[in-house]
């Protein structure tokens, strides 16, 4: 599925599940190839491991897999690349990006944002578990580990301190049930004049207030709020990525078109008060032309799988 504008559309590969989706009031559009067959190219690339500088995920408005050649992959690795290419031309497209590509940590400085071990990152969402103990997610990668406090960036108010994370091995949590990595942080949000509220504030003025979280769907439009980079709109591109950055490989990640600098990591990405994803990393930018760009790719752990491995739910 994935949306034209504001039409959902559902890919099929027959004319009996085409007039089932009729039926049934949706648009569907046949295709060539079956999600099946677009996740078993998927896992084709998945076992050639750590290819640095890449990423790769299917693309359901094309019925393609879309490989992304970041700045820096050897020849090697792009020759490994094009071997599986070779076997799947028409399902499989290469895009070369003309940027590197990082995690969006980044050094101290003034301005708002949560802030841990030197580092400043964005927060998420807060979220409770069952007892009503409130978690601050954010990204893995920031601070990987356990135990470290954080604090507001602005005033040094302590948040408390890092319960669990993942951060592109698996090690200390999971995603989605699976050992595989993605890249997020829990923080048990409990020290002292700390007052975490269920909104996300947006640097323009206005709150939205988080009322529910759910997996993204293609072409959605999305919101997405950075410490460094402020409040940038966009759309989700794809929706299950493989991210191979800085040694480091997180499956099932979103990819979006937003504009996203250092700092931003962990940053939440949402629509309207739904929950949908934490920033992580993508293209090196270093300046924010417009919000959203083509050549702007951007890759989000996706919050419903956090919520679901850590028993959590946004309020």
């Known amino acids: 599925m994935y949306y034209e ?3 959902l559309i559902v890919a099929v590969t027959d004319q009996a599940a085409a007039q089932s989706v009729r039926d049934a009031g949706g648009t569907p559009k046949l295709v060539t190839r079956s999600t099946a067959e677009l996740a078993s190219i ?3 690339l998945d076992e050639l ?3 640095s500088n890449t990423a790769w995920g299917a693309e359901a408005r094309t019925n393609q897999v879309v490989v992304e050649l970041f700045n820096g992959v050897s020849e090697g690795d792009r020759a490994k690349i094009n071997e599986i ?3 799947h031309p028409d399902a499989i497209r290469v895009e070369k990006v003309d940027s590197g590509l990082r995690f969006k940590a980044t050094d101290l400085r003034g301005g708002n944002g949560i802030t841990s071990s030197g580092w400043i990152c964005t927060a998420g969402f807060n979220t409770k578990n069952s007892a009503g103990a409130v978690y601050t997610l954010t990204a893995g990668h920031c601070v990987p580990g ?3 406090t954080w604090y507001m960036d602005w005033n040094g108010q302590a948040i408390g301190s890092q319960t669990s994370y993942n951060f592109g091995t698996g090690t200390g949590g999971k995603c ?3 050992t595989r990595g993605c890249d997020w942080a829990a923080i048990r949000a409990n020290a002292s004049g700390i007052n975490p509220l269920g909104t996300v504030r947006y640097w323009g003025g206005d709150y939205h207030q988080i009322d529910r979280s759910r997996y993204p769907a293609e072409g959605e439009s999305i919101d997405r709020i950075g410490v460094n980079s402020q409040d940038k709109t966009g759309n989700v591109t794809k929706t299950s990525v493989t991210v191979n950055i800085g040694g480091k490989t997180m499956y099932g990640m979103m990819e979006t078109n937003n504009c996203a600098l250092g ?4 940053g939440p990405a949402l629509n309207g008060t739904t929950a949908l994803g934490l920033l992580s990393g993508g293209s090196d930018e270093t300046t924010c032309t417009s919000s959203s760009s083509g050549n702007y790719r951007n890759y989000f752990t996706k919050v419903q799988t956090v919520l679901n491995e850590r028993g959590l739910r946004v309020y």
């Not at 700092?263 to 962990?266: E, H, L, Q, V």
Request: glycine share 28%.
């Open 146 to 148: 356990t135990g470290n």
């Open 176 to 178: 989605d049930g699976s």
């Open 42 to 44: 998927h896992s084709e």
């Open 5 to 7: 504008g504001d039409k």
């Open 49 to 51: 491991g750590d290819i």
């Open 263 to 266: 700092g931003d990591s962990g």
């Open 85 to 87: 290419v070779a076997d």
